[in-house]
């Protein structure tokens, strides 16, 4: 019953010191070791019973592994914010205080100080906010990973650029910041993109100069890839290998039919083409800005 207890709330997990001081003898704890009760995942930390490890088990485990003051960090910590996939095959990721040294095999520790108030609870699990989760991220991801992560964060409201840029007030001198700058700093600022084209297409907008647009953006009911709402034209990443299918196919010439009837410019260009001939592909868009009377937009290029 008490090792039950224990387990319900800690995702199927208890450690060694946790059984003793709820009363268990080392001989009980022993027995059901060898009995197939409990199954030792880390040194002192087990999962209870014969099923398979619930989720978040594992995260549950490398904190009580970690011992007081760990908290899920970087990667692990962005995994429970579904900010960022995380396989299973990685080892969690913790962060502990400095003077914290455990080294519990299976797990990525990293010793490092945590203002109080970079810490949350989710899912009952001790893990970095948001904002902070992204800091520490920015010493492992690259600029296009780490832009994807910023602007999900930003769209589900989880981290504000306003947070983000007090984060590098409070930490001048950590490791990610120059990069977490950089970002917040991109034309335009990080933008969420959904496929490998609208990325593509990304790089090549800002590559170019043009400004001004909005990506993923709904104009008159529908959403379109990229956006000049002041202007009344869009620019649509095209074909099967951006949009799933036939249905979606046809579906995307009707939003094409109804924006053009409410007065809306949209321009198609395929993943294909941006693949493997950008320039003529960005040519052609800054062509039909000048010709369709937005040469002023199709000026402010840097070049």
Same mark, same amino acid.
């Given at each position: 019953m008490v090792i039950s207890a224990l387990a &319900? %709330?800690?995702?199927?997990?208890? &450690? %060694? %010191?946790q059984l003793l001081a709820a009363g268990l003898s080392r001989d009980a704890v022993t027995r059901r070791l060898s009995s197939g009760r409990l199954h030792e995942l880390h040194r002192g930390v087990y999962l209870v019973g014969h099923r398979a490890a619930p989720q978040h088990a594992h995260e549950a485990a490398a904190l009580l592994a970690g011992g007081e003051g *760990? *908290? @899920? +960090? =970087? =990667? &692990? +910590? *962005? +995994?429970?914010?579904? @900010?960022? +996939?995380?396989?299973a095959a990685l080892p969690v990721c913790i962060a502990v205080p400095p003077k914290r040294n455990p080294r519990p095999n299976g797990i990525e520790v990293h010793r #490092? #100080?945590? !203002?109080? =108030? !970079?810490l949350r609870r989710r899912h009952g699990l001790r893990l970095t906010s948001p904002p902070r989760t992204i800091l520490d991220l920015a010493t492992v991801l690259d600029v296009d990973e780490l832009e994807r992560v910023i602007a999900e964060a930003r769209y589900r409201r989880l981290a504000s650029d306003t947070e983000l840029r007090r984060q590098i007030e409070r930490n001048p001198g950590r490791h990610g910041v120059s990069r977490l700058r950089m970002v917040l700093e991109l034309p335009g600022g990080p933008q969420r993109t959904r496929s490998p084209a609208e990325r593509r297409m990304l790089r090549l907008l800002r590559r170019t100069g043009l400004t001004g647009y909005e990506l993923n953006a709904k104009i008159h009911g529908h959403e379109v890839d990229v956006l000049w709402r002041d202007l009344g034209f869009a620019l649509e990443v095209d074909g099967f290998d951006a949009h799933a299918g036939r249905v979606a196919f046809e579906r995307d010439r009707l939003k094409i039919a109804v924006l053009k009837a409410r007065g809306v410019d949209v321009m198609p260009v395929t993943g294909r083409q941006l693949r493997e001939d950008p320039d003529a592909a960005i040519e052609r868009l800054v062509s039909a800005l000048r010709h369709g009377g937005y040469g002023g937009l199709a000026k402010r290029m840097n070049g």
């Open positions: &319900s %709330r800690q995702h199927g997990v208890v &450690s %060694r %010191r *760990a *908290a @899920l +960090a =970087r =990667r &692990s +910590a *962005a +995994a429970l914010w579904e @900010l960022l +996939a995380y396989p #490092t #100080t945590i !203002d109080p =108030r !970079d």
